[in-house]
């Protein structure tokens, strides 16, 4: 911190002091625009999580309406991760833009599992079904370590060398990652607006130790007293004073019409930090709209769906405490005469709890008997409570029901249902009974979607190309090899034309032309990595469609899924069958026969998979129907076939013929070598014999 102020890359100096005053005085008044829905949430939460009263009493029973609707709703709208798709915009033949698409797609599928995109989902899931709102935070992180630069130890750079001395501290990326952080509702803030798009800034708190604020900040952060003064928000409850202790609140603000981005301790009157934002966003945020529930068209500030059933709750609570109350009242209540010497202890014994069978003699017998016998006991009326506990739990059910025709959760989503109902008004009641919450399903599915796409922004914009590569396993030439590869083929080339003018001034046969390895052949077929990353960088999103599928955040139904593909086989196989009769009449209809094909697959969602192989096919379809075929020959006339019929007579003779010649000339050439011999024999012994006379 140089002259009390901080510099932007702009040139533009702030003063940590009048920026911390002023965010102090926009967090506040955040705060209070929001302290109504936070001190409702708080008492939803405590609902909720049954922290009320000490629910032993019986005299405070509650029924668990709040946490049961929560749990049907849980897995009704959101029951898996999400898995990203990245497609280009448009399909036409472009390999950069299909390996870059499939690059980025393993990056992001990659960054969910190591970010535990689902379990933060589900707790994104929990604050939106209890206070309407939850919202996560992105960011980047890189790992670094130093750049070797071949120079020893014992020979440290120049000061007035390339490196001008800093060849020491050059580092470079080891590892590099997107974090995905799950932002608690109540450490979440924004700008008081109508709608999102006008909201000025938003800010999250974070809580950090000592050690990590001066690790972030520098000692000067500590030394500041900026810590100190934060510290002395400690909490409300004893678990959040246990989770505080030790660490300091300290709010991360990004400011989109100031273009920059404020760390400021909570209660500090001295920003930590104010600095340009790490990372260039499309949308300025880095974080997506939240994932809001029941809003108005006035303000941003939700309104939690217990809200609108919360009286009915109070009465079923009210009833289930009656209902606890009269059952206690259903007890065995006798009254009998008392001073009857033996009678009434007998009367006693035998109107004991414990005992389950009693025999009990009594001395005065008649005297007992005089008294009426069994007569002498009368018991306390209970038909009366039971009645009202009847009546009590048929309210209590009734209210039960409203609060399911308020909340719109159906008895197909609760599970019940009648044995008498037929599969089809059953198939109904999935269909029509959940659709209150569809919108809540919608909204869930657009949160994740625009996690993944800010992810993809940040994978595009800031990963590195090895990165890119190592995490996909997709393994692209830079331009450089390929560079290098064509002037190894330039060399080839130069040393086969010279191959070929030695030979021809020689007259010896010409040489084969060279050829490249099957490999390096397909390497010059792929892309470069640096025309993939060009792309990214330059259209990170905007070249580009990611989104998750429409229910790809929800608990699949099998049978649908099951009966779609048996809808797109039987398509299939209808189709072609149709149509192989009609290409075998009209070749010229095959093109438009695949293209239909086509059309038709891209329309179930289990033909995506086989879209691929469909296009291979049709073109190779196409291709075959739209080659010419050759010309049928003239049928010859039966002059014409006996005239080919003589002539094919006269040639099988004359090829006989000149077998038999062949034979022949073979016989007498054997017939003229044996004679030779026999004359060359006949030589040699005569010779010999002139030679021993």
Known sequence: ?????????????????????????????????????????????KIYLDQQSDQTSAAKRRFPMLWANTAVLQPAVYARVPQPVVERRFKDADPVARIASEIVERNLAYAGDEADLDSIMRAVRDDFLLCARGTVWLRYEADFEPLDIDVAPSEPPAENGPLGGLGAALETIADERVCVDYVHWSDFLHSPARRWKDVTWVARRVPMTGEEMEKRFGREAIASGAAEAAGARKGES???????????????????????????ADGSPVAL??????????????????????????????????????????????LTRRINNLTDQLRLKVFYPSGDGAISPAIEKAMRPENDMVMVPIPEWAAFTDKGGSKAVVTLPIDEVQKVIVACMAARKQLIEDVYQITGISDIVRGDTQASETATAQRIKSQWGSIRIRDRQAELARFARDIIRLAGEIICDQF????????????????????????????????????????????????????LPSQLQQM????????????LRNDSIRGF???????????????????RRMEFVQMVGGFMQQAGAMAQQSPMLVPVM?????????????????????????????????????????????????????????????????????AQAEIELRATVEQARGEAAAQTIDHMRARYQ
């Open 238 to 264: 004893q678990a959040e004073r246990a989770e505080n202790e030790g660490k300091t609140h300290v709010w991360e603000i990004w400011c989109k019409s100031e273009n920059y981005t404020v760390w400021i």
């Open 594 to 662: 695949v293209e239909t094909l086509l059309f038709a697959a891209r329309g179930f969602r289990a033909g995506r998979q086989l879209e691929s192989m469909l296009e291979q096919v049709g073109a190779q379809l196409s291709e075959a129907a739209s080659a010419p075929k050759p010309e049928p020959q003239p049928q010859p006339s039966p002059a014409e076939m006996l005239r080919l019929k003589t002539a094919e007579v006269k040639a099988g003779a004359e090829q006989r013929k000149a077998e038999l010649g062949v």
């Open 1 to 45: 911190m140089e002259d009390e102020t901080m510099a932007l890359e702009g040139g533009q100096h702030w003063d940590p002091a009048k920026v911390g005053a002023h965010w102090q005085q926009e967090l506040e008044r955040a705060q209070r625009y929001f302290k109504s829905w936070h001190d409702r949430c708080v008492k939803i939460e």
């Open 545 to 563: 469609q990611i989104d998750i599928e429409t229910d790809s955040t929800i608990e699949p139904d099998e049978d649908a899924e099951k009966q």
């Open 464 to 515: 590195q190309p090895e990165t890119l590569m190592l995490v996909s396993g997709i393994k692209l030439p830079s331009m450089a090899e390929k560079q290098q590869v064509e002037m190894q083929m330039q060399q080839m080339q130069m040393a086969a034309q010279q191959a070929v003018m030695r030979a021809q001034q020689t007259g010896q046969p010409m040489p084969p032309s060279p050829e």
């Open 524 to 535: 010059m077929a792929q892309p470069t990595i640096d025309e993939v990353v060009q792309l």
């Open 273 to 318: 930090e104010v600095s340009e934002p790490p990372l260039e966003l499309t949308h300025f945020w880095p974080c997506p709209r939240p994932a809001y529930g029941t809003m108005s068209t006035s303000s941003l500030i939700p309104v939690p769906d217990y809200v609108y059933y919360q009286q009915q709750c109070d009465e079923i609570d009210l």
